[in-house]
């Protein structure tokens, strides 16, 4: 079965840091693309990053340019996220789409992990 699980997430300050991760069970993500989202109470679910299968294209959304990266490595994704605001505040979900280039539909990723809250206090 096609599982994603989050980690990371918790309580920082405004301007703190925090990692969070995505590992996959029963697949391997080398095979796909994977999104970052967030979505806080009341708002709508925002994509905010992406990186390709190979790792080789990433794509930010213009609220975390500057401030957020992700990368790959030993068959997992993360996102670092530097210079955190109360607005970071979120639950993080990372998911896959069934294909290994990016997109920023949400409707499109059909594998999600649970999320991982993400707190900014000011």
């Known amino acids: 079965q096609m599982q994603l699980v989050e980690s990371g997430g918790g309580l920082v300050e405004s301007g703190g840091s925090l990692t969070l991760s995505c590992a996959a069970s029963?697949?391997?993500?080398?095979?796909?693309?994977v999104g970052w989202f967030r979505q806080a109470p009341g708002k709508e679910r925002e994509g905010i990053s992406c990186?390709?299968?190979?790792?080789?294209s990433m794509g930010y959304a213009d609220s975390v340019k500057g401030r957020f990266t992700v990368s790959r490595e030993n068959a997992k994704v993360y996102l670092q996220m530097d210079s955190l605001k109360p607005e970071d505040t979120a639950v993080y979900y990372c998911?896959?789409?069934?294909?290994?280039?990016?997109?920023?539909?949400?409707?499109?990723?059909?594998?999600w992990g649970q999320g991982t809250q993400v707190t900014v206090s000011s």
């Open positions: 029963g697949f391997s993500l080398d095979y796909y693309a």
């Open positions: 990186i390709t299968a190979s790792g080789s």
């Open positions: 998911a896959t789409p069934p294909f290994a280039w990016c997109d920023y539909d949400y409707r499109d990723f059909h594998t």
